[in-house]
Structure formats: C-alpha cells, structure tokens
C-alpha cells in the first residue's frame, strides 16, 4: 500500500487527557477513545495508558475491517526532541524528564511512531487541510490555557536547531510584565492566555475590583477566563479592561510575527479563540498600527478549520513524509547528520 493511500494512528497526549483515533487519507477520524491523563499517577502508568489506548484503537479498525495503519504519531506537549522521538521537560506533565515516548509506543504497537510537539501538529493540519492551505509562509498559533505556535517556512516546516521553533507564547511583550509559567516576566502566556487572563481577575477580586466577576464568583463561578468573558459582556469594566489588556499583547506578538517572518495567514485555534471572536479584529488592528505597512496588508487573521481534531489531522501527513526520513528514524538531530554528510531536513521533507 503506497502511504498517501494509508491511514494512520493519531495520538494526543495532553495535560488533561490522551486520546486517540484512526486517521484516514480522506481526513475521516474514526474509532476515536480518550481517557484522563492523570499525570499524577507517575510517567510509567500515563506511558502505559497511551499504549492501551492507542491498541484499542487499533484493533477497533481491524475489527471494522479497516486497513492496517502504516505508522503513528504522538502530539504531545514540548519542549520535546522530535529526531530521537524523547519527551524533554513539558511543564504540564509532571515529572516527564527525557522520556524516549516514541520507542516506548513503538515498542507497544508494533509499527513505525513518531513523536512531534502539539502545536507543529497543529500547523501541519491548517497548512495542509486548512485555514492555511495554499500558502508557503504560515503561523499557527493556539490561545488556550497556554499559548503556543507553529511555522511554516517556504513551504516547509520550521523546527529550528533544537525543536523548539514557535514557542511563541514565550515572546516577552511587557519587561516589566507578570510572570509566566517558566518563572520569566512579560511572556504573552502570562497575560493573554487562559491561565493569564485568571491570574489577572484574581488579582482583581482581591484588590476589590470587578465586581461583575465577584457576583459571579459568590455564585459559585471559578474566576476564570470564560467567567471574565461573561462578566466583561455584561458591563463589568475591570473585565474589560483585562481582556483589552490580553488582546492588545496579543496584537503586540503578531504584529512582531509579521515584521519577522512576513507569513501569508496566522491562524488562530484553540478555546479563547473559539469563545472569543472579537480577538481576530483586534488582532487585524494591532498589526495594522504596529507593524510594516507591506507585510500588515498582506497577511490574513483566520480561524483554525480543524478546531479540536488539529492534533489528529495533522498527525497524517507527518506520518507519511517521516517513515522514509533517516532524520527521523535514526535518533539523530538533523543538524548533527548534516554535519556529517546526511541529508538535512529541507531536503528530506516533501
């Protein structure tokens, strides 16, 4: 079977639960199963689970009848190796410490598996299937509980020398800002994320203000950043304020992305994205007033096409174009096999 006519395993592996599904070519997503995280339970049991899970699926399609998958691939949180396939230290998985993810499933399923970081996942899935097809020069970038980003460069994905390319919720927009997730200030995470925009009406609850949000939260409401969302549309302006706050960081970030990279689209997924439609006009805006007048009017402010099956869909084509990438399959970064004389990673990707 050639492998663009085959159908893969997609693997999610996030703060909050794995899931799975059968992925076929024609973006059908099948047989899907998901079960808590339950990170606290110690890497080898949540390793464990990704293996039942994954099998399950797996043999979910045999049973149907379906084809054999020809390879799977794992999206998981960074910072993480993606040539030797090892999961570095993601802040949201406790106690994950270079663990090698990729071999440990392979092991498990009997079938080639590779392992990418969450959001470059992500991007393969708007850039090939989605808001962003068609382009060469794209970013994704996810406004969730966290911020994260994916790049694509002249038509190729963009890792970087470590893997760490489009980390793009580490961008500092403020020096002198609230402190982020890693112990930095001024990071956009820090203050237009979900996590952020809490941090922000906690503040507030405790300094007396957003009274809105306060009723809200007497009844029973977490302070979070959908409840600073309700409260804000319903005229509390210290809400407002915070979201005024987020969103202008966030317009900083793209307009920086703009000048830097000259992209054709960003695409905006995730849930503050979804819940939060005013962003994108914001975001136009910002660029507008920040950036170079050239690129500003070139490039387009989208929605994700794919909402939450991006870390599925975009599991298929990384699948297929890796099987037959040395990069890939001997554990060695390809800036190291370059180096030596192997092929480098833009001759290799498709």
Do not use: K
Not at 324 to 340: E, F, I, K, M
């Amino acid at each position: 079977m050639e492998a663009a006519e085959s159908s893969i395993l997609a693997i999610d592996l996030g703060g909050t639960q794995i899931r799975a599904a059968y992925v076929t070519p024609d973006l059908a997503v099948l047989h899907r199963a998901a079960v808590p995280t339950d990170d606290e339970r110690g890497v080898d049991v949540v390793v464990g689970a990704i293996c039942e899970l994954a099998g399950r699926v797996r043999d979910a399609a045999r049973d149907a009848g379906l084809p054999p998958p020809i390879g799977a691939c794992i999206s998981s949180p960074g910072p993480l190796d993606p040539w030797r396939g090892v999961v570095v230290a993601p802040p949201n998985l406790r106690g994950w410490h270079d663990v090698p993810l990729a071999e440990r499933v392979e092991r498990a399923l009997g079938m080639p598996t590779f392992l990418e970081r969450d959001t470059n996942v992500a991007v393969q899935a708007e850039w090939r299937y989605g808001a962003a097809r068609g382009t060469r020069d794209a970013i994704y970038i996810t406004l969730s509980t966290g911020i994260g980003g994916g790049i694509i460069l002249n038509g190729l994905p963009f890792h970087g020398a470590d893997g760490t390319a489009g980390e793009v919720g580490h961008v500092t927009v403020e020096l002198d800002g609230p402190l982020c997730g890693d112990g930095q200030p001024g990071h956009v995470e820090a203050i237009a994320a979900g996590a952020g925009i809490a941090r922000a009406a906690r503040e507030a609850l405790a300094a007396g203000r957003a009274p809105g949000l306060a009723r809200l939260v007497a009844g029973g409401v977490e302070p979070d950043a959908a409840a600073v969302g309700r409260a804000a549309d319903d005229g509390d302006a210290d809400c407002r304020a915070i979201l005024d706050h987020a969103w202008e960081a966030l317009g900083a970030l793209c307009a920086g992305l703009v000048n830097l990279l000259n992209p054709e689209v960003i695409v905006l997924g995730g849930s503050v994205a979804a819940h939060r439609p005013e962003v994108f006009d914001r975001i136009r805006d910002a660029i507008g007033r920040r950036a170079f007048a050239i690129p500003a009017r070139r490039v387009r402010i989208e929605p994700a096409a794919h909402s939450d099956d991006v870390s599925l869909i975009g599991a298929l084509p990384i699948v297929h174009e890796r099987l037959n990438d040395p990069a890939y399959r001997r554990g060695t970064p390809v800036a190291a096999q370059s180096a030596a004389g192997a092929p480098s990673e833009r001759s290799t990707t498709p």
